[in-house]
């Protein structure tokens, strides 16, 4: 059985997020429902970029992922200073497919 680029693609995410109790779809998100961040996030964007042969150079990872560290720290900080959240864009499964697709991934693949 041959498979496509999207089926090659959510085996490499299972294997990658270890997560198996959600489906992949197109809109699953990497960070939020497969809680990919950090260092961990690095990682994988390195590996997919080899396994697919995409380009990645160009990819603003700090505008898409959390650091890795205490979440409970930040948190109680905003809440004393009455800070909001950076808000992060969201790179999703089907952003990874157009990558893909185009042979590299950064922001005018992602917003197409």
């Known amino acids: 059985m041959i498979m ?3 089926d090659m693609l959510k085996k490499f995410v299972i294997e990658e997020s270890t997560v198996d109790y959600i489906e992949i779809t197109r809109n699953t998100r990497i960070e939020d429902d497969l809680n990919i961040y950090g260092d961990d996030a ?3 964007l390195i590996k997919f970029g080899k396994t697919f042969n995409v380009e990645i150079e160009q990819f603003p990872i700090g505008d898409y992922f959390s650091d890795e560290g205490d ?4 948190a109680l900080i905003r809440f004393f200073t009455n800070t909001k959240k950076r808000d992060r ?4 499964v089907g952003h990874l497919e157009k990558a893909i697709i185009a042979g590299k991934l950064d922001e005018d693949v992602i917003n197409q």
């Open 89 to 92: 864009k969201i790179l999703t």
């Open 71 to 74: 979440f409970i720290l930040p």
């Open 42 to 44: 690095d990682d994988f």
């Open 4 to 6: 496509n680029n999207f």
